[in-house]
């Protein structure tokens, strides 16, 4: 984890699918973040 934390604040991550749009670094750590957030909501309720 740290060290895909480390390359990606070096590099400046950018995603072009099919040049309409550009994915950046804030879009996919707030997808990552949502994901995240939704694995730990989806295993609390899985534990009761």
Do not use: D, H, M, W
């Not at 699918?17 to 950046?24: E, I, K, M, R």
């Amino acid at each position: 984890l740290q060290l895909f934390i480390r390359k990606i604040s070096k590099s400046r991550p950018e995603i072009s699918p099919g040049g309409f749009y550009t994915l950046n670094r804030r879009f996919i750590t707030s997808i990552a973040a949502t994901v995240t957030t939704y694995f730990i909501v989806l295993a609390q309720f899985k534990s009761e």
